[in-house]
C-alpha cells in the first residue's frame, strides 16, 4: 500500500491536533498501521499502532492518555489524535504498513513494516 500523511503543522502546547494516513493501492483492511516519529537529531521512535479491524491498538507507554489512533477502513485511512501536546512532541510523524493475518496491534519495531510514508512535520511551541 501507499501511504501519505497529512495534517501537521504548527500548533501551540496545550493544543490538540490530527494527523491523518491515507492509503492506496493493497488492501487497506488487511493492513496493521502504525504510527512512529522522529525528532531532529533523535531516532525514530514508536508511537502507537492499530489492528487491521481497529479493535486493538497499542501505544508507547510515554504517550498513553494523550495520543489515541484509530481508523476508518471505509476511507482507507487512519487517524492519530494528539492531545495536550508538548514542544517535546515536535517531530516529522510518519506512518507505516504492514499486513497481517492476526488483528494483532503488538508491532512497535521499524523493521515490522513494509511501507512507509513522507511523513508530516508536527511542531509545538511553548
Known amino acids: 500500500v501507499q501511504l501519505v500523511e497529512s495534517g501537521g503543522g504548527l500548533v501551540q502546547a496545550g493544543d490538540s491536533l490530527r494527523l491523518s494516513c491515507a492509503a492506496s493501492?493493497?488492501?487497506?483492511?488487511?493492513?496493521?498501521i502504525g504510527w512512529f516519529r522522529q525528532a531532529a537529531g533523535k531516532e525514530r521512535e514508536f508511537v502507537a499502532a492499530?489492528?487491521?479491524?481497529?479493535?486493538?491498538?497499542h501505544y508507547a507507554d510515554s504517550l498513553k492518555g494523550r495520543f489515541t489512533i484509530s481508523r476508518d477502513n471505509a476511507k482507507n485511512t487512519v487517524y492519530l489524535q494528539m492531545n495536550s501536546l508538548k514542544p517535546e512532541d515536535t517531530a516529522v510523524y510518519y506512518c507505516a504498513a504492514r499486513s497481517d493475518r492476526y488483528d494483532s496491534s503488538w508491532y512497535s519495531a521499524e523493521y515490522q513494516y513494509d511501507s512507509w510514508g513522507q511523513g508530516t512535520q508536527v511542531t509545538v511551541s511553548s
Open positions: 493501492g493493497g488492501t487497506f483492511s488487511w493492513h496493521v
Open positions: 492499530i489492528s487491521w479491524s481497529g479493535e486493538s491498538s
